[in-house]
């Protein structure tokens, strides 16, 4: 044996369930399922776009009348439809240019649904990396509603009994969400301590969706007919938006910071498919394939339902745990959860998980 062969340095041996993911992703690179969707995203925008002008021409027609809390119903499904545009470009699904999904992200998000692209993305990307961890993903950090017992039993007062029955007021806090995502986009666009590498667009953007927007609303439709119409706009973008993103992971079992779990399983086992053919689909965004969405993050919405099939097959081969449930039972689960880390009880799914994951 020869000197050279003596000296070579030793490949660190991979772990298995590395291995068997990258066979996976090579199998799904194989089947086109990776590849740019761009005349797809095209035809939504395209959609959007004359759905937005449909709503205006709206709003125009029916001037100082009380049915405008219909038009500002239909405001807030489109900008909440744009939201999930906005998604999709954060993750670079639909063009292959950084900057061009950047761009998207900036523009629909700030200035359609009044979002700040640069704080989203500090906090999206950490749940994208350990959803549902203990300390680490700012979803599930305690604020009006808490996720995990230990927070839960820190409170006193009527902050204990309002986390005890924080189920109930799950749908009714669900309505001031994009009130709260509002509030902390300005803040983070405000907050020169914390870079951002748009700063100015970002504010300029958020200053026409935020005060500009409001202020022809109410010059158009009056004090009351206006506020009514802003109230209501805002509470249905909170209730549309925040009712597509919770199903996907509340309720799922949590992760203690000491835990280390291998990609597939952090991405799988913490989140959860709702099932409910095109509808749901069309009314989710795509966000109910989360399981897919979270292995596979720059796929174009599009192919998640046709990667579907080979993750679910994986999943079974390998004996890892695949939830798909309905949207409605979904909520219920949420609720439920909800109110038993109130009330201080640990996850039922959280210690066999946990236990067994320790051992990997």
Request: with cysteine.
């Amino acid at each position: 044996m020869s000197s050279a062969t003596l000296s070579r340095p030793t490949r660190p041996v991979r772990d298995r369930h590395v291995t068997d993911f990258i066979a996976l992703t090579d199998e799904v690179r194989a089947a086109g399922l990776m590849k740019r969707e761009i005349p797809w995203y095209v035809g939504r925008m395209i959609r959007l776009g004359l759905g937005f002008a449909a709503v205006g021409v709206l709003f125009v027609t029916l001037g100082q009348s009380w049915w405008q809390l219909v038009t500002a119903v239909l405001f807030a499904i489109m900008c909440t439809l744009t939201g999930f545009l906005s998604h999709d470009a954060a993750h670079r699904q639909i063009f292959a240019s950084t900057k061009a999904n950047a761009w998207t992200a900036i523009i629909t998000g700030n200035l359609f649904v009044g979002l700040s692209h640069g704080w989203w993305m500090n906090k999206h990307g950490k749940h994208h990396a350990n959803p549902n961890k203990v300390g680490v993903d700012l979803d599930i950090e305690a604020g009006v509603l808490v996720f995990d017992p230990d927070s839960a039993a820190e409170r006193t007062g009527f902050a204990k009994w309002f986390a005890a029955h924080q189920g109930a007021f799950f749908f009714p806090l669900l309505t001031l969400a994009a009130l709260d995502l509002h509030i902390g986009s300005v803040r983070r666009a405000l907050d020169t301590k914390h870079a951002m590498p748009h700063r100015r667009v970002e504010l300029a953007l958020l200053f026409i969706r935020l005060v500009v927007f409001p202020v022809v609303v109410l010059l158009f439709l009056g004090p009351w007919i206006g506020l009514a119409f802003l109230a209501v706009q805002e509470m249905a973008l909170g209730l549309y938006m925040g009712g597509s993103f919770a199903p996907n992971h509340k309720g799922m079992p949590l992760v203690p910071k000491d835990v280390k779990i291998d990609f597939m399983r952090r991405q799988t086992l913490m989140s959860r498919n709702i099932s409910g053919g095109w509808l749901v689909d069309a009314g989710m965004g795509g966000l109910n394939y989360q399981i897919e969405h979270h292995l596979f993050p720059t796929m174009s919405s599009k192919n998640l339902k046709l990667v579907q099939p080979m993750v679910r097959a994986y999943c079974a081969e390998r004996n890892i745990r695949y939830t798909e449930t309905t949207l409605g039972e979904s909520y219920m689960i949420v609720m439920r959860y909800l109110n038993r880390v109130g009330l201080g009880q640990r996850d039922p799914f959280d210690c066999p998980i946990t236990a067994q994951l320790r051992t990997r």
